[in-house]
């Protein structure tokens, strides 16, 4: 990766951050597939159900241009980047947990558990969502060396970012260490909120968006995963912001009621607002009261169906996301 000339000084840290990006990367992919490699702490994936090879593929493109085109239709501005099938990169469409693009003009790179994934890091991309996005880069995080000491961090993944309180939070697993954790929130002066979180057969949640979002009103959170000793703390913390807290279970959970993202767009006779994009998947699990509960924490709700990505690749709407913050 290469280093950014960085003459500009970075806004002040003291002033009100946006929640809700108005922009976002996304990787069109050209390989996408089951991937062993991550399968391990990954029990999202499910191969069986939705197959592999260029069925997978195909499907999987499919639901990429669906979720362009409904992010598009509400004003969110996407770039989208493109996928090299040489080498094969199976996770290439979650480009969330490489890098993360923040108000100040930050960058950070991430360091990734599986060798496969660290492949998905490519200058290209990046410059090519500077580019088309505006983003100025004033300040570069490199984490990945971190890789060699088999420590990881997994971007915003691993982290759910309450941007306006600057409070970071993660549950710890393989792909998330807390001593990087605790590195991060230093670097970019958030306080940090580490907890444990399991699925209902015991096994750790491997990223943080799978239980957690937190948008400019609402924070929806699944308290059921969360360990009893941490549970207080972390649902204290989340009210302590303010925001409407909205609980979910396991049963969401596991239809990824937890992964999505409230972003900001425009509309005529609104002006300035926002939309809460989840699955098709996640829409269908949540309980009526609970949507409810969204729906009159945001402007719109945008479900759109993404089943392959979600049962081959483990990863949902949000994971496709990754937030470009500009500066206002």
Known sequence: MRQWAMPEAAPSASRPRQQCA???????????????ETAGSNAFQKPA???C??????AARAEFEGLVRALVSEGVSVCVAEDTPDPPKADAIFPNNWVSFHEDGTLVLYPMEAPSRRRERRQ????????????????LIDLMHYEAQGKFLEGTGSLVLDHSERVAYACASSRTHPQLVRTWAQELRYQPVIFEATDREGLPLY???VLMCIGARM???????IAPKDRERVVGRLQAGGRE??????AEIAQFGGNMLELGTWDEALGDSRVLVMSDSARRALQPDTYAQLCG???????????TIEQVGGGSVRCMLAEVFRAP
Do not use: K, S, W
């Not at 090879?53 to 195909?58: D, R, S, V």
């Not at 807290?245 to 396991?250: A, R």
């Open 49 to 51: 159900q939705a197959g």
């Open 245 to 250: 807290v909205i609980e979910i279970g396991h």
């Open 297 to 307: 924490c945001t402007d719109a709700v945008l479900a759109v169906p993404v089943p």
């Open 22 to 36: 108005d922009a976002v990367l996304m990787v069109r992919p050209a390989a996408f597939g089951y991937n062993p």
């Open 53 to 58: 090879g260029p069925q997978a593929q195909a």
């Open 124 to 139: 290209e991309i990046i410059d090519h969502a500077v580019q088309e996005l505006g983003f100025r880069v004033r300040h």
């Open 219 to 225: 924070a929806i959170v699944g308290t059921e995963a």
């Open 207 to 209: 990223h943080t968006n």
